[in-house]
């Protein structure tokens, strides 16, 4: 279903590069945030704002766009990065995050930030918005609609009740135009999702509800494009496709590693990530594919 270049492939390897550099710097200024979340949805965000979803930063509200709600919102350094790259507020204002009157806050807040669709904080409230959006968006163009919502849900967050009433509605109603995204990195807050709550078998759980699932790794845009190209053809149902991913993705030191959820990186270990990242930046070359 996906026709993405190899040429585009590496431009956004390499933006997704410069955009955990951000997060790395953005965190490390704030002194606080959520690094591992926020490193691993790095690839997702980077394809959606860069190459995947319809939108204009410099018409943030266009009537015409997709829209993205982050129901994880505590990975929001991800997000900002990936907008301040994409133009909608410069890239030097990423090191305001989480500080007294910034816009870019610990969690997303609509009608402060152009571009950000909806407020987050409370885990498991995301799916709920992003359904009234999606029948919203039907009633205002008929049974079909060219517009998407995306919706990016954490795998701990799915411990939250609401999700499940909610996936019951969205299946109910055949949103079509609902394409969830589910940043299985299996850890949360508390240590790894599989100790805390386990999930087991997510696709089959998924199926049983009457959505379109597709699981796939998160970081390979082949596969990313692929699968939202599959969740935009499938007319009489929504679509989730599960995302695993790597928490702290990029940093050898931060990956898969449950402490890292909810801490900054101090000035050290910052030296030493962003120090890997442009090692590894140095390494995706894309010239000879010209």
Known sequence: MGNISDEKVCELQQKANEIRKSIIESLTEAKSGHT??????????TYLYFYGMKHDPQRPFWEKR???????????????????????????????????????????????????????????????????????????????????????????ELDEGQNWEALMMAAKYRLQNLILIVDRNNIQIDGYTEDVMPLNDLPEKFESFNWHVQEIDGHNFEMIDDSIGQAKSVFDKPSVIIANTIPGKGIEDFERRPEWHGKSPNPKEAEKALKELRTLGGKITCDQLN
Do not use: W
């Open 36 to 45: 591992a979340g926020s490193l691993g949805l790095a690839d997702i965000f």
């Open 66 to 156: 997709d829209m993205l709600v982050l129901s994880n919102g505590h990975t929001c350094p991800g997000l900002y990065a990936a907008m301040a790259h994409a133009g909608y507020f410069g890239v030097e204002e990423l090191q305001t995050l989480r500080k007294l009157g910034s816009r870019l806050q610990g969690h997303p807040h609509r009608g402060t930030l152009p571009g950000i669709e909806t407020t987050s904080g409370p885990l498991g409230s995301g799916i709920s918005q992003a359904i009234g959006m999606a029948l919203a968006m039907r009633i205002d163009s008929g049974k079909t609609t060219p517009r998407f919502v995306y919706c990016i849900v954490g795998d701990g």
